[in-house]
């Protein structure tokens, strides 16, 4: 079936440098993905909707200069948190607009 | 009020109980309702897709839908510890790019043996 793989798994950075998230659609093109954050305990919630040649699409509160979100491709959507803090630290899940799809998550870690 | 709402537990159970998780919405515009597992440190893992009312049923799990009532459910029977996870509720406006989800906060599962 339809894989969306996601890469690395977890990264630890150092605050105020930037981290880069991948999404890759394995066997199928996605001109839609969309980036979702989980806090400990605390549900998925969706951060942005990217899209393949135009720009992403934001959800409120949601700092779009903060994550950077490119839809390079029909297979790739890359997610780049800058000058990340501590605050960032979170799982951050990307999926495709099939509701099967989830990538295995990042966890991100800001010391 | 949150668009969904699921209880946290944790829910302990022992190994072969029928296992109950519940959500309740309040958007009556969403049309599609899925159940997934997440595993510590995972991705959410698709159980179950259900877009009508009533119940749908996949090997050992069944889920039901009440639009009326807003309300739905995943029933697990003869659970195994290998079913202790976090199980989330989602549900959707519609398909395609209508398809982002919103989550239930997640009800955390324990099988013991």
């Known amino acids: 079936g339809a894989v969306v793989s996601q890469h690395p798994s977890w990264v630890i950075c150092k605050s105020g440098t930037s981290v880069k998230i991948e999404c890759r659609s394995l066997d199928f093109q996605a001109t839609t993905m969309f980036w979702y954050r989980q806090f400990p305990k605390q549900s998925l919630m969706l951060m942005a909707t990217s899209n393949e040649g135009s720009k992403a699409t934001y959800e409120q509160g949601v700092e779009k200069d903060k994550f950077l979100i490119n839809h390079a491709s029909l297979t790739l959507s890359t997610l780049t948190v800058t000058s990340a803090h501590p605050e960032d630290s979170s799982f951050y899940i990307c999926?495709?607009?099939?509701?099967?799809?989830f990538g295995q998550g990042t966890r991100l870690t800001v010391v | 009020q949150k668009e969904v709402e699921q209880d946290p537990g944790p829910l302990s159970v022992p190994e072969g109980a029928i296992v109950s998780l519940n959500c309740t919405y309040s958007?009556?515009?969403?049309?599609?309702f899925m159940w997934y597992r997440q595993y510590s440190r995972k991705g959410p893992e698709l159980l179950m897709y259900?877009?009508?009312?009533g119940n749908k049923e996949d090997g050992r799990f069944t889920a039901q839908v009440d639009k009326s009532s807003k309300y739905i459910s995943l029933f697990i029977r003869d659970s195994q510890p290998s079913d202790s996870a976090t199980y989330l509720c989602a549900m959707s406006l519609g398909t395609g790019t209508a398809s982002k989800l919103t989550f239930g906060t997640g009800t955390r599962l324990q099988v013991t043996l």
């Open positions: 999926s495709a607009p099939a509701e099967a799809f």
């Open positions: 259900t877009y009508s009312s």
């Open positions: 958007n009556s515009a969403f049309q599609y």
